[in-house]
């Protein structure tokens, strides 16, 4: 356990320990104790990833190398987080 006890202290943790933003559900009316946040996953080049993206037949799947080309950072960050939550 992390012994982390409201949002806000969760997402200062994430940005102190990780370098991951996010901002505390509290900010959206949630109960700061839920420890419920939101990313904004949007640092990237949106208008480039949506080009290669419109370029896959619709009902076709994303190649699995997508995120790493088109958002790694983004990927890099959850990858952060999951490692994070798993020690």
Same mark, same amino acid.
């Given at each position: 356990?992390? #012994?982390?006890?409201d949002s806000e202290e969760l997402s200062r943790?994430?940005?102190?320990?990780?370098?991951?933003?996010?901002?505390?559900?509290?900010?959206?009316n949630r109960d700061k104790r839920e420890?419920?946040?939101?990313?904004?996953?949007?640092n990237f080049d949106i208008k480039?990833?949506?080009r290669a993206a419109q370029k896959i037949s619709q009902g076709? #799947?994303?190649?699995?190398?997508?995120?790493d080309k088109y958002c790694a950072d983004t990927l890099d960050a959850m990858?952060?987080?999951?490692?994070?939550?798993?020690?």
């Open positions: 356990k992390k #012994d982390i006890k943790v994430l940005l102190g320990n990780l370098g991951v933003a996010a901002l505390p559900g509290k900010a959206f420890l419920t946040m939101r990313f904004s996953c949007i480039r990833a949506l076709e #799947d994303l190649p699995e190398t997508f995120l990858k952060k987080i999951v490692a994070w939550l798993k020690t």
